[in-house]
């Protein structure tokens, strides 16, 4: 047998299975990745020296590959129909060198590195000829080895070519064209402007190789010299496609597309992108439009922050965080509590991570940003990720500051905040449920917005807004109700509204589980005007009922008889002296955990069975017209007040909000007025 606890844990576990009461956007944005540059850390600024020009003499045979099957389609595939525009190739390859340039910067700083790699610039080296239709990108990265040079190409070819092609056609016209990135494939866009592609690369303690390829089955690999350390990437362009050797056009797609890349990217000679940290300077010289800028890029939308906190801290860690608070209301995406983009982790201006889940709570998935702290080893493993004792201070650091920093978007722009947490109230919420320090839970609780019974019609206070304005009692009264107006007419709040006790309402789906699961705030007991109810032993006092009630004997009387006739639906019947113009209401032990039951698990089982789980208790109001008549009529008419009764307990349960379907209601409603028409 369930037991109402039991509900109730049940309950708040499973808030949060529920999805979509927030409006929902287009998320197209939303699946991009979020890919976050890395800054060079290398002293010098970026060389001068030009790309070589295949002066790079064979020091070996050639070699002649076919490619496999899958690589050959999925390369059509990118060459012929993904994108619609053409210029993409540029940001896919240049991000392809970033990468290339960031896995460097990873090597060289975690491991002893040898001499051939210090001290040369880190860059992006691009170069236009408009004569020769040429363009060639070349990186100083961490470069390839002949066994990558054939393996890279492949890798989507053996791990799960079939899914990724299934992805490529189920996103088909979504507009989203950022598959490839994320699978590393983009080399392949290459294709798409060039009939001859040559790839020059060497990693460090290896020979070099050209790979070239026409990109129509086959490949060579040829071992040559003087190869640089990194890949340079020559790119013989179709005649269509000539406008990529103009220098003019491969600069404004650099800048659409690639200007926070973190390394120079250097156009015949000239830096072609913005390479600034953004979060280590100072706060108060960074204009709101950069952050606009670098919010788009790093959301790979075109939303704008909403807030922005710039971070600064060396106690008790050193941080630099940039966290961006979005302006467009929350997709699907950001709703999924699967989502796999937060913070991306740097230390020192070295990226760690791009996408870490755990540098903020799950709760607060919604903020995009950097964080760089120069606390984190930069040798940090995957597992030191997942489970350290510094990323856990380190989201603790965060956590805090995000909500102080929230807290005083409250008090100053107050405005704004409102509209915030219209739209992202319900993260603060699930941040509450699913913390179980009570501490941190208030902490996130002063976020928290309602309507209440002493404010207008519209009108949203906090918490602490409550408790300033409470004189004696160290208690929050909170009601659960569908509208203002039903909120203002519920037979349960109908007691305190006289006492002119103010009441929080909670009209939004998850306000009264929060409060509920709350418990407390600042020492305040926070209590629903049902539990206040069911709990009032002064209302059950039925020594002063006055002329114009039932007496006490004829209360227990009545009591009895319809605990008789409500046997399987009610579990008791109680008088109660805190009702006033409504005969009856019912009352069950929690009664927001038992509404979230009903809601959705309550549908297969019996009316019997929700009875038994509910243990719904009836309380009477004994000076209520209705009540006294209906103790005439148990001696005038039992049948009739047998109808009747039963009719009045279904109405309390609608009342309570504990019936889904308000149909139920019309059975017995029809008996009831057939009996009463009976002699008519
Ligand atoms: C993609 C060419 C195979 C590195 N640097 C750069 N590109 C890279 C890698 N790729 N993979 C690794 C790729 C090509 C061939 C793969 Br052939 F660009 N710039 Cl380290």
């Not at 991000?95 to 860059?123: G, M, Q, V």
């Not at 494939?185 to 001859?196: E, I, Q």
């Not at 300077?281 to 800028?293: A, F, L, Y």
Request: contains cysteine; glycine residues 6%; aromatic residues 8%.
């Amino acid at each position: 047998m369930f037991s109402i606890p039991r509900l109730t844990r049940i309950s708040s576990r499973r808030i949060f299975l529920l999805k979509g009461r927030v409006p929902v956007k287009n998320i197209p944005s939303a699946l991009q990745q979020i890919h976050v540059p890395a800054y060079n850390i290398s002293p010098r600024t970026f060389s001068t020296e030009t790309v070589k020009k295949q002066d790079e003499p064979p020091a070996g045979e050639a070699t002649k590959h076919e490619f496999q099957a899958e690589t050959k389609m999925l390369l059509d595939i990118v060459a012929k129909s993904l994108y619609s525009e053409k210029e993409v190739f540029i940001r896919e390859l240049i991000s392809n060198a970033s990468d290339a340039l960031e896995k460097f910067r990873y090597a060289h700083l975690s491991e002893n590195s040898s001499l051939e790699e210090t001290d040369r610039p880190l860059e992006i080296k691009i170069e236009t000829d408009k004569q020769g239709r040429i363009l060639t990108i070349q990186d100083s990265g961490i470069g390839m080895t002949k066994d990558e040079l054939i393996s890279n190409l492949g890798v989507i070819a053996r791990s799960g070519s079939k899914q990724f092609l299934q992805q490529l056609k189920d996103k088909e016209g979504s507009g989203d064209n950022n598959i490839i990135g994320q699978f590393g494939v983009g080399f392949y866009s290459a294709f798409m402007v060039a009939d001859k592609v040559e790839v020059y690369s060497r990693a460090s303690g290896s020979p070099g190789y050209k790979w070239s390829s026409d990109g129509s089955g086959t490949y060579e690999i040829q071992p040559v010299e003087g190869v640089n350390l990194g890949t340079k990437i020559v790119l013989y362009l179709k005649t269509e496609c000539r406008e990529f050797s103009d220098e003019e056009t491969v600069k404004n797609v650099i800048k659409k597309y690639s200007n926070f890349i973190g390394s120079p990217i250097v156009l015949n000679g000239e830096k072609a992108n913005t390479v600034e940290p953004l979060w280590l300077q100072n706060p108060k010289d960074v204009p709101i439009e950069k952050h606009q800028e670098f919010y788009r890029y790093i959301s790979g939308s075109y939303d704008l922050p909403r807030f922005v906190l710039h971070y600064k801290a060396d106690v008790p860690l050193s941080i630099r965080a940039l966290l961006y608070f979005p302006e467009g209301k929350p997709g699907l995406f950001e709703m999924s509590r699967e989502t796999e983009t937060g913070l991306a982790l740097y230390t020192r201006k070295v990226l760690i991570k791009s996408k870490t889940n755990n540098i903020l709570p799950k709760w607060l998935r919604f903020v995009k940003g950097v964080v760089d702290s120069e606390d984190i080893p930069l040798n940090l493993s995957r597992e030191l990720l997942q489970n350290s004792a510094l990323i856990r201070k380190l989201q603790t650091v965060l956590t805090g500051r995000v909500i102080k920093y929230l807290q005083e978007q409250q008090s100053k722009k107050p405005e704004e905040y409102e509209k915030f947490f219209s739209d992202y109230g319900i993260f603060i919420k699930e941040g509450i449920i699913t913390n179980h320090d009570q501490l941190e839970k208030e902490e996130a609780a002063k976020l928290l917005l309602f309507e209440s019974s002493q404010l207008a019609d519209g009108k949203k206070c906090s918490l602490n807004d409550y408790i300033t304005r409470t004189k004696e009692e160290k208690t929050i009264f909170y009601l659960a109700a569908p509208s203002r107006a039903l909120a203002e007419a519920s037979p349960y709040y109908e007691s305190l509204k006289k006492k002119q006790q103010e009441v929080l309402f909670c009209f939004e789906p998850y306000d009264e589980l929060v409060l509920m699961q709350l418990q407390q705030f600042r020492g305040y007991k926070l209590i629903s005007v049902e539990k206040d109810m069911r709990d009032d032993k002064e209302a059950s006092d039925l020594t002063n009922l006055g002329e114009d009630s039932l007496k006490r004997s004829e209360i227990n009387e009545l009591s009895d008889w319809i605990k008789g006739k409500l046997s399987g639906k009610a579990t008791n019947v109680n008088a109660t002296t805190r009702l006033e113009n409504h005969p009856c209401v019912v009352t069950v032990e929690e009664m927001a955990a038992a509404r979230h039951f009903i809601r959705t698990q309550s549908h297969q089982l019996s009316d019997d069975r929700r009875y038994a789980i509910l243990q719904p208790r009836l309380e009477i109001n004994p000076r209520h017209t209705i009540i006294k008549k209906l103790y005439k009529l148990t001696k005038e008419n039992p049948k009739l007040a047998e109808l009747l009764v039963k009719q009045l307990f279904i109405n309390s349960m609608v009342g309570a909000g504990l019936v889904e379907d308000p149909r139920v209601l019309l059975v017995s409603m029809n008996d009831l007025l057939e009996q009463v028409l009976e002699k008519h």
